[in-house]
């Protein structure tokens, strides 16, 4: 029986980025180099919440205990943030 999609939990990271953003590109493969759970991706453009908190800051992963984990970060950074998660 396949597994029903709203029985899944959400991702508990999300990453923070915009249209067009080198550094945002940069990050996904840092986040692939880490293998990193899954995420979310939050569009901060068209929000202008978001866009206040976020424009000059992204990309920024975040996780579902509030923390964040500004940019530039690399695998290693991206592994400890998770592991302080997970623990």
Same mark, same amino acid.
């Given at each position: 029986?396949?597994?029903?999609?709203?029985?899944?939990?959400?991702?508990?990271?999300?990453?923070?980025?915009?249209?067009?953003?080198?550094?945002?590109?940069?990050?996904?493969?840092?986040?692939?180099?880490?293998?990193?759970?899954?995420?979310?991706?939050?569009?901060?453009? /068209?929000?202008?919440?978001?866009?206040?908190?976020?424009?000059?800051?992204?990309?920024?992963?975040?996780?579902?205990? !509030?923390?964040?984990?500004?940019?530039?970060? /690399?695998?290693?950074?991206?592994?400890?943030?998770? !592991?302080?998660?997970?623990?």
């Amino acid at each position: 029986m396949p597994r029903n999609a709203l029985s899944q939990p959400s991702p508990t990271l999300q990453l923070f980025q915009r249209d067009h953003c080198p550094l945002c590109d940069q990050a996904l493969d840092v986040l692939a180099q880490a293998r990193a759970p899954d995420f979310e991706t939050v569009w901060i453009d /068209d929000d202008q919440a978001l866009e206040a908190r976020y424009g000059i800051r992204v990309p920024v992963l975040r996780a579902a205990d !509030g923390r964040e984990l500004d940019w530039p970060f /690399d695998a290693a950074a991206v592994r400890t943030f998770i !592991g302080a998660s997970a623990g």
